[in-house]
């Protein structure tokens, strides 16, 4: 088993960045396939982004071409760099971890999820 847990949310201002952190214990991040998702109250769990062990990486096209994640194995970190943020991008960010998924922009394929950070974006 592996525990996730986020930082680096906050208050940021529209056309801003943010960069948002997750830590894994247990297990290295390279053992899982490592996701971001993102939930707005009262919305569904939405897809923001996914790196593979192979290391490709998948987008929402929402976030394509502002947001990228990246892993650090020596530091056992998943980052998500978050750049040109919009209002819309606010929400509780989780990180999330898989071994095996059918459809990478649906929630379900993640076995653990971190306790989320929250990212409000103000004009």
């Known amino acids: 088993q592996v525990q996730l847990v986020e930082s680096g949310g906050g208050l940021v201002q529209a056309g801003g960045s943010l960069r948002l952190s997750c830590t894994a214990s247990g297990r290295t991040v390279s053992y899982y396939h490592m996701g971001w998702f993102r939930q707005a109250p009262g919305k569904e769990r939405e897809f923001v982004a996914a790196?593979?062990?192979?290391?490709?990486?998948y987008y929402a096209d929402s976030v394509k071409g502002r947001f990228t994640i990246s892993r650090d194995n020596a530091k056992n970190t998943v980052s998500l760099q978050m750049n040109s943020l919009k209002l819309e991008d606010t929400a509780v960010y989780y990180c999330?971890?898989?071994?095996?998924?059918?459809?990478?922009?649906?929630?379900?394929?993640?076995?653990?999820w971190g306790q989320g950070t929250q990212v409000t974006v103000s004009p």
């Open positions: 999330a971890a898989g071994s095996y998924f059918t459809d990478i922009r649906r929630p379900t394929w993640a076995d653990y």
């Open positions: 790196m593979l062990r192979s290391d490709n990486t």
